[in-house]
């Protein structure tokens, strides 16, 4: 007989690991878990310097929420253990944020952890305790299929949905990962976070940068890559100087504030030249892309991928966290693999994630992703094709 997280065995002979970072999601995760008599092992990760952020608020994994989720276990009666991942995190998270940046990427450090940190080495962690499975207060779920694997699809409550965050998941990961909130929003839980009597029911949640003590990420860019914040020039698409910048960190496609040039009609960042220091601005139309290519492509799908994509496969593809999946094709093999957007999108910027869902809404299985490392108007590629078919034939 399986219990309610789709294990085998009785809730009290289950132990679940609850990766607790101090907030009311995955509190309420280990509270929910252990009143349904789970044999629960509360975890934090102590993940930088928790000095500097003790008293701001929106932080995580560090100063009060260390001390919040210790409050909770205490309260619901669970083991609770602070692990020192201060030095891998910095390696993993915060010198990639950093390298990412002085390369003319804008990255998503929340992907980095939750792959890295959270779902490798503390998934290894809860595996030496000897649990069945790890819990986290992510707002997504998971659905058994009939080959007894995993998928991962959308959150019910698609304001809260995090899988764009968490599309590096693997097969194996997913196995032994649970999500006891992707079928709640936030009011239920708030609210089961009172019946329970924790005092974190009405605290913030957490900032998507949740190592910036000053909010200011360039702080960070500028003592570990100051090259990101050498001056260069702003320039149009035609290569004409219209003003200079402090450093491309300071930037990301799309962006329109900021530019400190006088200009007759908006301008906006098109893309980031980080060997010359470059910032390439153009008129709003200038950002729409058709084409992306992908490096780093994680599949969670059916079957592998080269044999999916035999032909082309359609898809449903979100670029960045804030925007809705759109149709697209998605094409390669052998490891290089691109998308084309059927409708086209703005503000395409290397660094995001670009993930693969096999729906355009609603609970969608999350079939993968990738991180973008360029794009390009459909223009631009078919006349890149027409010069090297040039070049070949001399």
Avoid at 2 to 12: A, F, K, T, V, W
């Amino acid at each position: 007989m399986r219990n309610s997280l789709d294990l085998e065995g009785r809730p009290q002979d289950t132990r679940v690991v609850v990766a607790m970072s101090g907030g009311v999601d995955s509190s309420v995760t280990a509270a929910l878990l252990k009143s349904e008599g789970y044999d629960v092992v509360g975890i934090t990760l102590q993940l930088y310097d928790h000095g500097a952020a003790t008293h701001r608020k929106g932080a995580c994994c560090a100063g009060q929420d260390i001390h919040d989720a210790r409050d909770v276990a205490e309260r619901i009666g669970i083991p609770h253990y602070v692990l020192d991942y201060e030095d891998r995190f910095r390696e993993q998270v915060i010198d990639n944020f950093a390298a990412s940046y002085a390369s003319g990427e804008t990255p998503v450090p929340c992907i980095e952890c939750n792959r890295t940190i959270k779902f490798r080495d503390l998934l290894k962690t809860a595996h030496e305790l000897g649990a069945q499975a790890l819990a986290t207060g992510h707002y997504v779920a998971s659905r058994r299929l009939a080959d007894g694997s995993r998928a991962l699809v959308c959150a019910a409550d698609a304001d809260r949905d995090q899988s764009y965050f968490l599309f590096a998941t693997t097969r194996e990961q997913l196995d032994f990962l649970r999500f006891p909130l992707g079928d709640m929003g936030k009011p239920q839980v708030r609210e089961l976070a009172r019946r329970f009597g924790l005092t974190v029911a009405d605290k913030h949640d957490s900032q998507d940068i949740c190592f910036v003590p000053t909010g200011r990420y360039t702080d960070i860019i500028s003592r570990l890559r100051p090259n990101a914040m050498t001056s260069g020039d702003i320039v149009d698409l035609d290569g004409h100087v219209l003003g200079t910048h402090q450093g491309i960190a300071h930037f990301t496609v799309g962006q329109r504030r900021g530019l400190k040039i006088a200009s007759g009609t908006p301008l906006y960042v098109v893309r980031l030249e980080a060997a010359n220091r470059r910032v390439v601005v153009g008129p709003r139309e200038a950002l729409r892309m058709d084409c992306i290519t992908l490096r780093d492509v994680n599949w969670i799908g059916d079957g592998a991928l080269d044999a999916a994509l035999r032909g082309g496969l359609e898809v449903f593809v979100r670029v960045r966290s804030t925007r809705e999946p759109q149709p697209a094709w998605l094409r390669g093999s052998n490891g290089h693999y691109d998308v084309e957007l059927v409708a086209g999108e703005e503000g395409v910027s290397p660094g995001q994630a670009c993930v693969f869902y096999d729906a355009p809404s609603g609970q969608a299985r999350v079939l993968g992703g990738g991180f973008i490392q360029s794009a390009a108007a459909r223009g631009a590629v078919a006349a890149s094709r027409r010069t090297l078919v040039e070049a070949i034939r001399g």
